[in-house]
């Protein structure tokens, strides 16, 4: 059950919404069923070792990836319905610039809350995260998701703008780019070969997305 270094992304499934009792174990028992697997991984906390709610699998083909989200979706393990996507396949979709910045964040916003909240508007394309306090592994109030579409952020930024998440509303923004400080992503500039790569390429996550969506 040892982890590779490099993981096939396309065929690898991204694994949410998972109680904390959910183990390695029991995510690479139930997968198989879908196919070979070579690999699980559960991040745990630094702190306390705990699994941090979600998770991957990879398999042998990315056919076994594709079915194990269609029979495996929304199964419950200990009472949670368990949310099963395809992972970020395509790695051009990787840097369109849909990068948020969620600030004024609860401390009792967790990887999971923030992935359930927000994955709702579209597939995202990084693992969202969190900033935390290097030493303590507390929250500082903010953190940053990345869709693999414009369009799935800007209808994050309308709907989740303002809104409580926890006790506090959260303010969402497009995030800063590294190299530019003055500059926020979602330029035009992006989008226009974002847009772009989607439409020549039907297999990237999007198609998937919608594929699933409309099924």
């Known amino acids: 059950m040892a982890q590779k270094n490099e993981r096939n992304q396309e065929a690898s499934v991204y694994i949410g919404n998972l109680n904390d009792r959910v183990t390695d174990e029991l995510i690479w028992e139930l997968m198989v069923q ?23 699998c990879e398999f042998q083909s990315a056919e076994d990836a594709d079915y194990a989200v269609k029979i495996m979706n929304m199964v419950k393990l200990f009472g949670k319905p ?4 395809k992972s970020a ?5 990787l840097d369109v610039g849909a990068k948020l910045f969620i600030g004024n964040l609860d401390p009792d916003v967790d990887e ?36 693999a579409s414009f369009e799935a952020a800007d209808m994050a930024v309308e709907g989740m703008n303002g809104q409580y998440l926890a006790n506090k509303p959260v303010s969402v923004n497009y995030a ?12 035009a ?9 989607c439409k020549n390429d039907p297999t990237s996550i999007i198609s998937h997305f919608g594929e699933r969506a409309k099924s």
């Not at 809350?113 to 592994?137: C, E, H, M, W, Y």
């Not at 500039?189 to 790569?197: F, K, T, V």
């Open 176 to 187: 800063f780019k590294k190299d530019a400080k003055s500059e926020r992503h979602g330029s």
């Open 82 to 85: 368990m949310r099963v996507n």
């Open 112 to 147: 999971k809350l923030l992935f359930d909240t927000f994955a709702a508007f579209g597939p995202l394309v990084q693992n969202q995260k969190i900033v935390r306090d290097a030493g303590s592994g507390n929250s500082k109030g903010f953190a940053f998701v990345a869709y």
């Open 34 to 56: 879908a196919g070979p697997v070579v690999s699980v991984h559960l991040p745990k906390d630094r702190v306390t070792q705990s699994t941090q709610g979600y998770g991957f």
């Open 189 to 197: 500039a992006e989008r226009l070969p974002a847009a772009q790569a």
């Open 89 to 93: 396949n395509d790695r051009k979709l």
